[in-house]
T-cell receptor, first 116, second 115 residues
Framework: GAVVSQHPSRVICKSGTSVKIECRSL??????MFWYRQFPKKSLMLMAT?????????EQGVEKDKFLINHASLTLSTLTVTSAHPEDSSFYIC????????????FGEGSRLTVL | AQTVTQSQPEMSVQEAETVTLSCTYDTSENNYYLFWYKQPPSRQMILVIR??????QNATENRFSVNFQKAAKSFSLKISDSQLGDTAMYFCAFIGDQGAQKLVFGQGTRLTINP
């Protein structure tokens, strides 16, 4: 099956620094990528939807200036957590889809961010 | 807005038993897609089964099958002959054919298969 690679899998940073997480579709072109946040033992909360070449659409309550999403190519989307604080510590998961809404979503392995 | 509800936070069964996980959803759309995803301790999301709303026949994948009741907006997952490797979080998910086309997840059910 298709593969989505997410990097880094774990990152620890100091409060106030910025962290970038990459999401790559390795063997297909992803017209749409989604970024989710997952708290321990909770469901996936959609943060934003990104389409290649256009601005990301953020969900209500998600700070677009805090969580910068870029989808510069059909195989790469990035999430940058700016000026990270301990409350930003979480598990972030990306997913990518090649076609329309019925197409399978392929998920990255997730990135665990810890902000000290 | 679409919502997905899983009313069973946790379930536990013995190995080889059959277990059914419940899911209901709410939407005004006529065509949409429903999914069950498995998230083992590794946290990697794995697609278990997929159902298209316009198809009346229930989807089946080996030991996994669904009971799709469109009028009742219900989409339950049945796992037959459960195995220890089935232990995981299971998420029901919905995506509509119109509008934002976002995949919306339910709260999840933690399933434990006991030896």
């Amino acid at each position: 099956g298709a593969v989505v690679s997410q990097h880094p899998s774990r990152v620890i940073c100091k409060s106030g620094t910025s962290v970038k997480i990459e999401c790559r579709s390795l063997d297909f072109q992803a017209t749409t990528m989604f970024w989710y946040r997952q708290f321990p033992k909770k469901s996936l909360m959609l943060m934003a939807t990104s389409n290649e070449g256009s601005k990301a659409t953020y969900e209500q309550g998600v700070e677009k200036d805090k969580f910068l999403i870029n989808h510069a190519s059909l195989t790469l989307s990035t999430l940058t957590v700016t000026s990270a604080h301990p409350e930003d510590s979480s598990f972030y998961i990306c997913s990518a889809r090649a076609g329309g809404p019925g197409g399978e979503l392929f998920f990255g392995e997730g990135s665990r961010l810890t902000v000290l | 807005a679409q919502t997905v509800t899983q009313s069973q936070p946790e379930m536990s069964v013995q190995e080889a038993e059959t277990v059914t996980l419940s899911c209901t959803y709410d939407t005004s759309e006529n065509n949409y897609y429903l999914f069950w995803y498995k998230q083992p301790p590794s946290r990697q999301m794995i697609l278990v089964i997929r159902q298209e709303a316009y198809k009346q026949q229930n989807a089946t994948e080996n030991r996994f099958s669904v009971n799709f009741q469109k009028a009742a907006k219900s989409f339950s997952l049945k796992i037959s002959d459960s195995q220890l490797g089935d232990t995981a979080m299971y998420f029901c998910a919905f995506i509509g054919d119109q509008g934002a086309q976002k995949l919306v997840f339910g709260q999840g059910t933690r399933l434990t298969i006991n030896p």
